[in-house]
């Protein structure tokens, strides 16, 4: 089975609201980890990676955090816009020789 | 920069009958990968080529797909017989070098859609 997935199939935000997207990954061994965002009809986008050896990275409105005691990364979305409406997938991996490896995906929604 | 080029974008086959995708990574990038994406499912690799070698083929199905990258670029995903179970994205992406790791991103390009009926 899926060794990353998610807590949330679905979440609904205001216009303007930060939003917060979880992730859970079993596997112990991963060193890399990545969020993508899909937005409907179109391929995965990098968002933002993050090592195993870091706790938090910040890019442009969006934060990542890892939590590895508790095996768990999150994906912070400040000021969402209509624009950020797609599905988040977060994905994991177990080094340069290793496969990238998606959870199931939420579905972002932004109320305008 | 172009990005990684698929086609064909849609198409619909009956089960039994085949069918071929073709992708066209980034310039530059030797690695290549097929994932297979089930609706409401997250991408799943198929295989893995570093220029026009196989690093990764444990979760293609050999029994009736196959994946060529000849000359270390364009690749062809093929499938036959299609099975309604194939139905299914089917998104190519690249990297500059085999990945995934810090600052080799994987890019990924919009997919072929298939549908077995």
């Known amino acids: 089975g899926e060794s990353v997935g998610l807590h949330l199939p679905t979440l609904s935000v205001q216009e303007g609201d930060n939003s917060i997207i979880n992730c859970a990954y079993s596997n112990s061994a991963s060193d890399y980890f990545i969020w993508y965002k899909q937005e409907s009809g179109k391929g995965p986008q990098f968002i933002i990676d993050?090592?195993?050896?870091?706790d938090k990275r910040q890019g442009q409105r969006v934060t990542v955090l890892l939590n590895k005691t508790v095996k768990h990364l999150s994906l912070q979305i400040a000021a969402t816009q209509p624009g950020d409406s797609a599905v988040y997938f977060c994905?994991?991996?177990?080094?340069?020789?290793?496969?990238?490896?998606f959870g199931k995906g939420t579905k972002l929604s932004v109320k305008p | 920069e172009a990005g990684v080029a698929q086609s064909p974008r849609y198409k619909i086959i009956e089960k039994r009958q085949s069918v071929a995708f073709w992708c066209n990574p980034i310039s530059g990038h030797a690695t290549l990968y097929w994932y297979q994406q089930i609706l409401g499912q997250g991408p799943k690799l198929l295989i893995q080529f570093q220029n026009n070698g196989v690093v990764d083929d444990s979760q293609l199905p050999k029994d009736r797909f196959s994946a060529e990258r000849l000359k270390g670029v364009d690749s062809t995903l093929k499938i036959q017989p299609a099975k309604l179970e194939d139905s299914a994205v089917y998104l190519c992406?690249?990297?500059?070098?085999?990945?995934?790791?810090?600052?080799?991103?994987?890019?990924f390009g919009e997919g072929s859609w298939l549908t077995v009926v």
């Open positions: 992406a690249s990297s500059l070098l085999r990945g995934p790791f810090s600052g080799n991103t994987i890019y």
């Open positions: 994905a994991e991996s177990g080094g340069s020789q290793g496969n990238l490896i």
């Open positions: 993050i090592r195993s050896n870091m």
